[in-house]
């Protein structure tokens, strides 16, 4: 079998559980955009331009709310941020695709990134297994949008049918197989008591995922060079 054929089976069939649960989100977050009036078109360009699950119901959340231009626009810039770094991880593992690495980019968030990096500590630099698994996780939520918007008027509660768990579970899902090493562990834990401790003081603030995201992996970065000098 080519060698092409064989990475792209891969990607699609490791990124179709996931796929799944982020079309459900992208559900949800299409039936929420009809219903803050962003109409058909402008819900489904939306998930066209952005592809960002997280960026896109805040944006939807705070619109309702009333909120203006910049304060969305700081939110959903300290949302992303995380991309950054993701984008600095994956730079490697997408270095052959060359020119089009611009185009792999914006494909660069949660899913995509856990599974291309799991792929190139294994096998090494595979743009093609990263657009695979991106494209795969672009049409799954594209087309679920599309499909929330036109029944959104429909529903008049989607919360009711529990699809915005699909967010939280799919980062347990992409978590727990990681939890391999006592430093990673930690990491996990800390970042877990930090958003909860932080989420009581102060509640409904994008910062608290952003300060946990910053301190907890300085707790791994500490045992992980602890463990190193012991040995």
Do not use: C, H
Request: aromatic residues 10%.
């Amino acid at each position: 079998m080519n060698m092409t054929i064989r990475t792209i089976r891969t990607g699609i069939s490791e990124a179709l559980p996931l796929a799944i649960a982020i079309a459900a989100y992208g559900l949800s977050y299409g039936v929420l955009g009809i219903q803050a009036g962003f109409g058909l078109v402008g819900t489904v360009l939306m998930s066209l331009l952005v592809f960002s699950g997280s960026v896109q119901m805040v944006t939807v959340a705070m619109i309702t709310g009333g909120a203006g231009i910049l304060s969305i626009l700081v939110t959903a810039t300290l949302l992303n941020l995380r991309n950054l770094l993701y984008g600095a991880a994956l730079a490697e593992g997408i270095a052959p695709a060359k020119r089009w690495r611009w185009l792999l980019s914006f494909g660069v968030s949660d899913e995509p990134f856990v599974l291309g990096i799991s792929r190139f500590k294994k096998y090494g630099p595979d743009p093609i297994y990263f657009a695979t698994v991106a494209g795969t996780f672009y049409i799954a939520w594209v087309s679920s949008s599309l499909i929330g918007a036109i029944i959104g008027n429909q529903i008049i509660d989607p919360q009711k049918w529990g699809l915005d768990l699909a967010f939280p579970i799919t980062f347990v899902a992409l978590l727990v197989p990681n939890l391999t090493e006592k430093p990673i562990i930690t990491t996990a834990l800390t970042g877990a008591v930090i958003t909860v401790i932080l989420t009581v003081l102060f509640p409904g603030t994008p910062l608290n995922i952003l300060v946990a995201g910053v301190l907890a992996p300085l707790v791994g970065i500490y045992l992980k060079e602890k463990n190193k000098n012991v040995d």
